[in-house]
């Protein structure tokens, strides 16, 4: 797997947010780590990254919004894979991301960290290929 | 014209009458001849007679009437009214239960309003327990993996112990918060079904698998006897929830060495599953509970002590809820007999009475049922 690849993992909760960038960045990935939705827009529209991992609520902006945003970009964000974390398994966030082309909804409980990096290293790679 | 008369009234009427005959007729005794006090003496006890008759009559007819608009009203029909024709002690009771019932009413409507407050109050909770609970649960699972990992630097041996040990209670803990979730989702129905054609067999591969390194570690014996069943239309994940947590109790309550027996087969008009054990069985006494929510067996709490409960209560709410049923037998019949055999007709070993469970699927599936949130105990 290419290491060079670029990871936006937008999550307020602190906690979360330091495990997932240590977890993808001591791989050898490099991450934008962001707090909240607002701060998630900014680093995506800027650096425009290979893999995008969203949680679901979180102040200023959710993560539901900040989807719809990513997927008006034509060139980008329409085509970029985006992980959906939550711990809530809502079926009407489940289906509302579904239209957006987001069909991973995972509920953070039931994931290894592991199984997270696995299923992100996937994503990416099933892009590469269709690129 | 109102004539109101107290029932008090009227008796206290009879007696002063009686008394003043029992003047009188000291006074006739003493002045009048014998024959005198007689007749007048027969007069007032006439008079006292129909007096008391004709109250008593009213009376009685009275009470019927009211006995019988307060069981109409007792029946259900709470707006209904007692009429009142007097002002005596029986209109002063009519008048009184009236108020009784106004006042029972405005009770109901508050305790509907509770009922209402209740379950917003539930469903508050499922939304606090899924996001407040899971947070740090998944915060402690994720910095554990990355422990036990070697990311964050080596782990001796005996560290490595003392994490699993952290990520196995922590594990017990979520499935904890989900089965909590589902008994809440299922309490308020809000809880969806959204059927898919399913094969029975897969699901039930399924469900198993995580069970399988329990199975291989205490020796458990595992027989499958599946008849060919058609694909039917079930919520795959549903399926899945119940028999992991009748599979589950079997691995957990059947000894090393025991056996499992897994089969499936087309009924006329529904599928049949059984899950046999021969493990510790459920104590007759007790049976009548084990589908109650949060309850154990005495036994199985000596055996082992992680057990929320809740895993049958789950179970049945999803296989009555999609038209199916599910019972059990135990001491179980199926591996049982079995046992017999093997130890040629030998006396049936008390602490292996064995359970089987029975779920029947009828091959119509389940209906579909739109709620706004999903089981997912046992998930993985």
Redesign the interface.
Known sequence: MDKNKRILIVED?T??LS??S??FS?IGYTVFPAGDGEEGLKIAMKEKPDLVLLDV?MPKMDGITLLKKIREDVKWGDSVPIIMLT??????NVSEAAKYKVYDFL????W???DVVKLAEEKMRALDKKN | MNFIFKLSDKILLTIFLFATGLIFSVVFFVGGSVQQILILGELIYIFVFLTTFVISRSLSKRLRELTFEVEEMAAGNLSKRLRITSKDEIGQLANALNELLVRLQTGIAQDVFKHREIAQAKTDFV?IA??QL??P???V???V??LV?G??GEVNAEQLKYLKEVYRSNERL?DL??ALLDVSRIDLGTF?IEPEPTDIIERITSALKKFLPDIKRKHINLEKEYDIVPVINLDPRLTKIVFENIISNAVKYTPEGGTIRLSAKKTQHQVLIKIADNGCGIPREQQPKIFTKLFRADNVKKIESVGTGLGLYIAKAVIEKSGGKIWFQSPSLDLLLDKNKKDDGLTIDQESKGTTFFITIPLEGMKKKP????L?SL??
């Open positions: 909760e906690a979360m495990a997932l240590d977890k001591g609520i711990n809530l398994s809502d079926p009407e509920v953070k409980t039931d290894r960290l592991d | 939304a899924s996001h899971r947070t649960l998944s915060i699972k994720w910095y993996d990355y990992s990311d964050a979520i918060v989900n969806s709620g706004t949130k999903k997912t998930e993985n």
